[in-house]
């Protein structure tokens, strides 16, 4: 490896030649290992002003300098590099006074391929060709068989010409994104400029696929190829809809504002009168935030104007997700995540699978701030949750919650008592306040609403808006400590102190006339008091058994986690100071108890005293085992039989009677590192039993386990088991999160993602519930989905996404799924034959630079 670097100059040069005691006529061959460095200087002449720069150059072969003629001769893997220019071929030669560069390849003598072909980079745009002249001082060039990258495309052309701003003009070309030699497609144009980091501009044009001239023939084309971001025309996608005739979809603007913001907007147009846009914006700065903003609006014409059954529905969509980055200002957050729409809007416009089969819809603003050095928290949330299936809204507009973290005063409390030392360090007080303002409404009523308030006219949604908003304010303060005590139990005191203010209250009266219960809404401010102490002792306990070495097993460990709690709260619905009052219910002379703040937000004063004692317990079981897989552990393999196990119930010394509470028993697992289970069932501990008639149930003092020789009357259960499989689950650890993670998002996005990669995957869930409150009742619901997909051959496959409703014997919207790599193009296809019957056809070239060159055939439900 060696180096020239050369100036021109006829004196430097014969000095250099004396110097060196070299023949001014000779031609001189410099052997690779003859010199380390050599080097010449020679300066260049552009635009009347001078400049030195160095180029440098090797060759793996050898290099001959004629010095007579100035030229040099660089032969096998040569290279030059000349500012942002590089330069590669097996064969170069340079004339110093014209300052010309010529290139090309040889032929090998055994294979007789053509090998070397020189390769120009420019600064990360490479250029190939067979043969290549260029000139240092013009910067101009021409080659012969070219192939060059511009973005994400490919140019071939016989002839290539380079000015001096570089711009390229191709002879002959062809336009392509695929990357082959001979490319499965391509745009055949006689001439082609290109104007770098802009433009693509062509004559006449036309495509052709797999050596097949179509009929696709353009008298111009313009394909953009921006470093950054450029506006233009959105192009439509064209249909057919039974209701709403033919129709233009998507057709819009896409106009980037700057750097960090874009804006699109698109409309649809159909040809029986309906209509709709969508806006759409992207915002990111890094560092900084991220995220997106879509409004949309359809107006649908549904049937003839002329018919009784003619109606139109006006549907809305708002999604925006926003979200900041944490280190762009530390101790402070905002977030959005909204998704608004009106239950008519899924129901006409949307394609998507989420999308048809959810049910609810949920929202949430929020803003947090940490003050005087983060021990208060000031959090603003604003949450919308919709029933799309009955269009009920339930908007928390806003919730404002303070919270100051826990303050321990005696901290640095020392004493030779080790309890009371631990008791007074551990001594903390805290505080948290919420403020909740609701709306219950429909979505009807609050668009109506916002219309009536665009048009300044407010009428009657705007007041059944007003009259449906509830709000409240709520006080809490902790108390709590703990120690150790016997060495291995830690108990924890606790005392709690609630107070409640509304602005509106319930007030309810016995109408003797109509011999009816009436119910006010009575306004104004309110408050009520409570608290309640507790303490709670826990511990852990372990047990382990270890077995001989040569055994497969080698040993068995249990983690138990006792814990008991007791809770006191004084009767509150004694006396009126708390809210409570007593009213005629029904005749002869029936009175019951109610609370003035039951339709409170945030709660109310208890009613009933409790002394109650709550116990539970945790358990935990692992085994270990020998494993000649498992080297990082001397081939011990630890395998979860049980993650955990819950077994819960209290007892409440107070009340009048039924003092057993529902015993509850859950837990989850995980079989073979592969298969999730969560579980759980719930008790009534005390016996149940049917009338005469058999047509009613009550509920008996007596312990079921003491009549009935079970542990209780079955309440409700639930079960829920899924898995995820594939080959990369088999192979991957599990202590391998990342590809855990990776994995996951593949099998969560699969009607998303399409990895031909993976052979085949499958994803399965089965869901259970079952209750039976009383011994007539018995509800058993079930339920199993999954979806997946299989690779059949290198470029094909199939996907399913489906379920089956067991306890209504009917499977659930069901779409499958063909997916095809053409290598530069993708084709899909999806179908869903049940239910909402539609399917959608897509060909396409993969590169977004010919991103329109698509063929696309969708029928949504709608549409027939």
């Given at each position: 490896?060696?180096?020239?670097?050369?100036?021109?100059?006829?004196?430097?040069?014969?000095?250099?030649?004396?110097?060196?005691?070299?023949?001014?006529?000779?031609?001189?061959?410099?052997?690779?290992?003859?010199?380390?460095?050599?080097?010449?200087?020679?300066?260049?002449?552009?635009?009347?002003?001078?400049?030195?720069?160095?180029?440098?150059?090797?060759?793996?072969?050898?290099?001959?300098?004629?010095?007579?003629?100035?030229?040099?001769?660089?032969?096998?893997?040569?290279?030059?590099?000349?500012?942002?220019?590089?330069?590669?071929?097996?064969?170069?030669?340079?004339?110093?006074?014209?300052?010309?560069?010529?290139?090309?390849?040889?032929?090998?003598?055994?294979?007789?391929?053509?090998?070397?072909?020189?390769?120009?980079?420019?600064?990360?745009?490479?250029?190939?060709?067979?043969?290549?002249?260029?000139?240092?001082?013009?910067?101009?060039?021409?080659?012969?068989?070219?192939?060059?990258?511009?973005?994400?495309?490919?140019?071939?052309?016989?002839?290539?010409?380079?000015?001096?701003?570089?711009?390229?003009?191709?002879?002959?070309?062809?336009?392509?994104?695929?990357?082959?030699?001979?490319?499965?497609?391509?745009?055949?144009?006689?001439?082609?400029?290109?104007?770098?980091?802009?433009?693509?501009?062509?004559?006449?044009?036309?495509?052709?696929?797999?050596?097949?001239?179509?009929?696709?023939?353009?008298?111009?084309?313009?394909?953009?190829?921006?470093?950054?971001?450029?506006?233009?025309?959105?192009?439509?996608?064209?249909?057919?809809?039974?209701?709403?005739?033919?129709?233009?979809?998507?057709?819009?603007?896409?106009?980037?504002?700057?750097?960090?913001?874009?804006?699109?907007?698109?409309?649809?147009?159909?040809?029986?009168?309906?209509?709709?846009?969508?806006?759409?914006?992207?915002?990111?700065?890094?560092?900084?935030?991220?995220?997106?903003?879509?409004?949309?609006?359809?107006?649908?014409?549904?049937?003839?104007?002329?018919?009784?059954?003619?109606?139109?529905?006006?549907?809305?969509?708002?999604?925006?997700?926003?979200?900041?980055?944490?280190?762009?200002?530390?101790?402070?957050?905002?977030s959005a995540n909204v998704n608004f729409v009106t239950s008519s809007f899924l129901k006409n416009n949307t394609t998507n699978y989420n999308d048809i089969i959810s049910t609810n819809s949920n929202s949430s603003v929020s803003y947090s701030r940490g003050l005087f050095n983060r021990k208060i928290n000031l959090s603003?949330?604003?949450?919308?949750?919709?029933?799309?299936?009955?269009?009920?809204?339930?908007?928390?507009?806003?919730?404002?919650?303070?919270?100051?973290?826990?303050?321990?005063?005696?901290?640095?409390?020392?004493?030779?008592?080790?309890?009371?030392?631990?008791?007074?360090?551990?001594?903390?007080?805290?505080?948290?306040?919420?403020?909740?303002?609701?709306?219950?409404?429909?979505?009807?009523?609050?668009?109506?609403?916002?219309?009536?308030?665009?048009?300044?006219?407010?009428?009657?949604?705007?007041?059944?808006?007003?009259?449906?908003?509830?709000?409240?304010?709520?006080?809490?303060?902790?108390?709590?400590?703990?120690?150790?005590?016997?060495?291995?139990?830690?108990?924890?005191?606790?005392?709690?102190?609630?107070?409640?203010?509304?602005?509106?209250?319930?007030?309810?009266?016995?109408?003797?006339?109509?011999?009816?219960?009436?119910?006010?809404?009575?306004?104004?401010?309110?408050?009520?008091?409570?608290?309640?102490?507790?303490?709670?002792?826990?511990?852990?306990?372990?047990?382990?058994?270890?077995?001989?070495?040569?055994?497969?097993?080698?040993?068995?460990?249990?983690?138990?986690?006792?814990?008991?709690?007791?809770?006191?709260?004084?009767?509150?619905?004694?006396?009126?100071?708390?809210?409570?009052?007593?009213?005629?219910?029904?005749?002869?002379?029936?009175?019951?108890?109610?609370?003035?703040?039951?339709?409170?937000?945030?709660?109310?004063?208890?009613?009933?005293?409790?002394?109650?004692?709550?116990?539970?317990?945790?358990?935990?079981?692992?085994?270990?085992?020998?494993?000649?897989?498992?080297?990082?552990?001397?081939?011990?393999?630890?395998?979860?039989?049980?993650?955990?196990?819950?077994?819960?119930?209290?007892?409440?010394?107070?009340?009048?009677?039924?003092?057993?509470?529902?015993?509850?028993?859950?837990?989850?697992?995980?079989?073979?590192?592969?298969?999730?289970?969560?579980?759980?069932?719930s008790f009534d501990p005390y016996q149940w039993e049917l009338d005469e008639d058999g047509t009613k149930s009550y509920r008996r003092k007596n312990y079921a386990l003491n009549t009935m020789n079970t542990l209780g009357h079955f309440t409700q259960s639930n079960l829920s088991i899924s898995t995820n499989l594939n080959?990369?689950?088999?192979?991957?650890?599990?202590?391998?999160?990342?590809?855990?993670?990776?994995?996951?998002?593949?099998?969560?996005?699969?009607?998303?993602?399409?990895?031909?990669?993976?052979?085949?995957?499958?994803?399965?869930?089965?869901?259970?519930?079952?209750?039976?409150?009383?011994?007539?009742?018995?509800?058993?619901?079930?339920?199993?989905?999954?979806?997946?997909?299989?690779?059949?051959?290198?470029?094909?496959?199939?996907?399913?996404?489906?379920?089956?409703?067991?306890?209504?014997?009917?499977?659930?919207?069901?779409?499958?799924?063909?997916?095809?790599?053409?290598?530069?193009?993708?084709?899909?296809?999806?179908?869903?034959?049940?239910?909402?019957?539609?399917?959608?056809?897509?060909?396409?070239?993969?590169?977004?630079?010919?991103?329109?060159?698509?063929?696309?055939?969708r029928r949504s439900w709608f549409d027939f």
């Amino acid at each position: 490896m060696y180096r020239l670097v050369l100036i021109t100059g006829v004196i430097l040069m014969s000095q250099l030649v004396l110097s060196q005691n070299i023949d001014s006529t000779s031609i001189t061959k410099i052997e690779p290992d003859s010199i380390s460095i050599d080097s010449v200087s020679f300066s260049i002449s552009n635009h009347q002003s001078e400049i030195e720069d160095q180029v440098e150059y090797d060759a793996e072969d050898s290099t001959i300098l004629d010095l007579n003629a100035q030229k040099a001769y660089l032969y096998g893997k040569a290279q030059i590099i000349f500012q942002d220019i590089k330069l590669e071929a097996d064969y170069i030669a340079i004339d110093f006074r014209t300052k010309d560069v010529f290139a090309t390849g040889i032929i090998d003598d055994s294979t007789q391929n053509y090998i070397g072909r020189p390769a120009f980079d420019d600064d990360g745009k490479i250029y190939e060709a067979d043969t290549m002249k260029y000139n240092f001082e013009s910067k101009k060039g021409i080659s012969y068989g070219v192939l060059t990258t511009e973005k994400d495309g490919y140019i071939h052309g016989k002839r290539v010409l380079r000015d001096s701003q570089e711009n390229i003009y191709v002879k002959d070309a062809q336009f392509t994104t695929c990357n082959l030699p001979n490319p499965h497609f391509y745009i055949k144009a006689d001439k082609i400029k290109v104007i770098p980091g802009k433009q693509i501009i062509t004559g006449p044009a036309n495509l052709v696929i797999e050596g097949i001239n179509t009929p696709l023939v353009v008298p111009f084309g313009f394909f953009p190829i921006p470093e950054k971001r450029k506006h233009g025309i959105l192009f439509p996608t064209f249909g057919q809809s039974q209701e709403r005739g033919y129709n233009l979809r998507g057709l819009g603007y896409y106009l980037p504002i700057n750097d960090f913001f874009d804006v699109q907007i698109a409309g649809d147009i159909y040809f029986r009168g309906s209509w709709g846009f969508t806006l759409r914006s992207n915002y990111y700065k890094r560092y900084k935030y991220r995220g997106n903003l879509q409004f949309s609006f359809n107006r649908n014409e549904f049937g003839e104007p002329e018919s009784p059954s003619f109606r139109i529905s006006n549907d809305y969509s708002l999604r925006w997700n926003y979200t900041k980055d944490a280190k762009s200002r530390p101790g402070s957050n905002f977030s959005a995540n909204v998704n608004f729409v009106t239950s008519s809007f899924l129901k006409n416009n949307t394609t998507n699978y989420n999308d048809i089969i959810s049910t609810n819809s949920n929202s949430s603003v929020s803003y947090s701030r940490g003050l005087f050095n983060r021990k208060i928290n000031l959090s603003i949330a604003s949450n919308i949750n919709q029933n799309l299936s009955t269009g009920d809204l339930t908007m928390t507009l806003p919730q404002m919650t303070v919270n100051m973290s826990r303050q321990m005063p005696f901290k640095s409390f020392n004493s030779k008592n080790k309890t009371l030392r631990s008791f007074l360090r551990n001594f903390g007080v805290s505080y948290q306040g919420t403020f909740r303002n609701e709306i219950r409404t429909i979505d009807t009523t609050l668009i109506g609403s916002i219309r009536e308030q665009l048009e300044g006219s407010p009428s009657i949604n705007t007041t059944n808006l007003r009259d449906n908003i509830k709000n409240g304010v709520s006080h809490r303060i902790p108390i709590s400590t703990s120690f150790k005590a016997l060495k291995w139990v830690t108990v924890s005191p606790n005392i709690s102190f609630e107070e409640y203010w509304y602005l509106e209250t319930t007030e309810k009266r016995w109408n003797e006339e109509k011999d009816s219960l009436i119910t006010n809404t009575i306004k104004g401010f309110d408050r009520a008091v409570s608290y309640r102490t507790s303490i709670s002792l826990s511990t852990i306990l372990y047990g382990m058994r270890i077995f001989k070495k040569e055994s497969k097993l080698q040993a068995i460990r249990h983690v138990i986690r006792p814990n008991m709690s007791a809770v006191y709260s004084p009767d509150f619905s004694t006396g009126e100071n708390n809210g409570y009052r007593t009213v005629q219910t029904d005749t002869p002379q029936v009175f019951n108890t109610y609370s003035i703040y039951e339709n409170g937000l945030l709660g109310r004063p208890s009613s009933g005293p409790q002394a109650s004692i709550n116990f539970g317990v945790g358990n935990n079981l692992e085994i270990k085992i020998k494993s000649s897989k498992d080297t990082t552990n001397g081939g011990i393999k630890k395998i979860k039989i049980i993650e955990n196990l819950n077994i819960r119930s209290g007892y409440n010394f107070l009340a009048d009677s039924f003092n057993l509470s529902t015993i509850s028993i859950n837990g989850n697992t995980t079989i073979l590192n592969k298969i999730r289970m969560t579980f759980g069932t719930s008790f009534d501990p005390y016996q149940w039993e049917l009338d005469e008639d058999g047509t009613k149930s009550y509920r008996r003092k007596n312990y079921a386990l003491n009549t009935m020789n079970t542990l209780g009357h079955f309440t409700q259960s639930n079960l829920s088991i899924s898995t995820n499989l594939n080959p990369e689950a088999f192979k991957r650890k599990s202590s391998d999160n990342a590809n855990e993670q990776e994995l996951e998002f593949i099998n969560n996005n699969l009607q998303n993602y399409v990895d031909f990669n993976i052979p085949w995957s499958l994803n399965i869930n089965y869901n259970m519930r079952a209750s039976r409150p009383v011994l007539l009742e018995k509800s058993v619901n079930q339920s199993i989905t999954f979806n997946g997909d299989i690779k059949l051959t290198e470029n094909w496959k199939i996907g399913l996404n489906s379920g089956y409703d067991i306890s209504k014997e009917e499977l659930s919207l069901t779409s499958i799924n063909f997916y095809r790599d053409l290598h530069c193009w993708q084709m899909n296809f999806e179908w869903y034959p049940i239910g909402r019957q539609m399917f959608s056809f897509g060909i396409n070239v993969k590169s977004s630079t010919l991103q329109d060159l698509k063929l696309n055939r969708r029928r949504s439900w709608f549409d027939f």
